[in-house]
Each structure stands twice: as C-alpha cells, then as structure tokens.
C-alpha cells in the first residue's frame, strides 16, 4: 500500500535563508537615521542596483543587518519569527515606512523648532522612546567586530526603529540638522551628515557622485 504524501499544510516551514554581509547595501549618510530616510533608493553594494529596502519585512532586515543595527544570527531569528507572526512583521514593516516619512520631513525641513516637520517627529520619537522597555547590549560580531544591540521585553518586533529613532533623536539634541545636505547629484543619495569643516560638502560620496561630475566637466571641457 503506497504511503500517502503529506499534504502542503502539513509541511514545516522553509528555514529563512541567513542575511549575509556581503548583501549590504552602500550607506553614505554619516548617521543611522539619514541612512534610513535614503533606504527608499537605496544602492546595493554590488552594483549600481537601485531599489526601495522596504518593499518587503526581508528587505527591511537586510537593510539593519548592512546598517549594523543586526547582527547575522539577530536578523536570521527575526526572519523566523517573521514567519511565525506575519501580522506582527507586517505591522512593524508599515509602522517603519510610516516613520521613514516622517524622518523625511525632518531632514528636508526640521532645522528650524517651530516647524511643523520638527514637532511631529518629536512627538513620533517619544512614543518609540517611550515603548522602549528592553535592555542595551555590547555583542561580538560574527566579523570580529561589535554592535550594540537593543533587546526588547515583550514584542520582538518592536524595538527594530529603536536605534534609527535614537540616531534622529541625537541629531536634534546636538543640533546637527543643520548639517544635513542633499547631495548635488540627483541620482545621489537624499541627504547626509555634512562633517566637514567648511561646511560645503556637495557630493554624498566622491566615489560616484563625485567622479561622475568630475568626469561630466571634463567631457564638457573637451568638446568646448
């Protein structure tokens, strides 16, 4: 008597394939949370590949494995709960879009404290800061290096914004939205930290942007 096939129910679900390193993408920002605003044109490491990082709950933990928000094993555990909770990571993926915006405005138009931008974001980042019941870790990465990881109490999906949202939260307190620059080049990144002395940096990275307008001067130069 043949033995009968399990049916697709039945069938464990497939493990999630681990976030790797190389899978990072190229963040130019200077701080986590600028990172975080350009991750809706976001360029991957291997190639000039353009896509939004959260399109999906996965891209949205490849996004914080490359940021180094997780580590390997962290962002490998997430996805396997992301498979056991879809409507938790669905929850926690929408609510990460949402705040995005919202961090948006901040560096397009919060460098002044009146501003509407300013004082939503605000309120947006004490109601994270205000969930944030967990604790703080210094952990070994699986590189060598370390990354300080936030572990919730209760909803694991819940302190994935943490540290972007800690990240805005230190730009306000040290005044640094003033230093927050659009790249010249529109196919650039969206905005970045200006840490240089002057105070006019251009180009959000000079490997690309850069080079690109270098080499865009002396093609015009050549045909004048």
């Known amino acids: 008597m043949a033995s009968a096939v399990p049916s697709a129910a039945a069938q464990p679900p ?4 681990p976030v790797r390193v190389a899978d990072a ?35 949205f933990v490849s996004w ?7 580590d390997e094993e962290r962002a490998t555990a997430m996805l396997r709960r992301a498979q056991q ?5 669905s929850a926690a993926l929408h609510e990460a879009r949402r705040l995005r915006n ?26 994270i800061l205000g969930r944030s019941a967990g604790s703080r870790r210094v952990e070994p990465r699986s590189d060598g290096g370390f990354v300080r990881n936030f572990v919730t109490a209760g909803d694991v999906f819940a302190g994935l914004m943490i540290p972007i949202i800690e990240s805005a939260a ?34 959000c990275d000079m490997k690309t942007c850069g080079n690109r307008a270098k080499a865009a001067r002396h093609r015009k130069k050549l045909s004048g």
């Open 14 to 17: 497939l493990a999630p394939t």
């Open 64 to 70: 914080l494995s490359a940021a180094r928000v997780l």
């Open 102 to 127: 919202v961090l948006r405005a901040l560096a397009e138009r919060g460098d002044a404290p009146q501003e509407r931008a300013t004082q939503t974001a605000i309120a947006e980042i004490n109601r």
């Open 170 to 203: 230190d730009a306000l307190v040290s005044g640094e939205l003033q230093r927050v620059r659009r790249c010249a080049d529109p196919r650039g990144a969206r905005g970045g930290d200006d840490g240089s002395r002057n105070g006019k940096r251009r180009w």
């Open 25 to 59: 993408y190229v963040l130019v920002g200077e701080r986590l949370w600028l990172d975080f605003v350009n991750s809706d044109d976001a360029t991957h490491a291997r190639g000039e590949v353009r896509r939004d990082a959260l399109d999906s709950f996965e891209g």
């Open 85 to 89: 909770q879809p409507t938790g990571s």
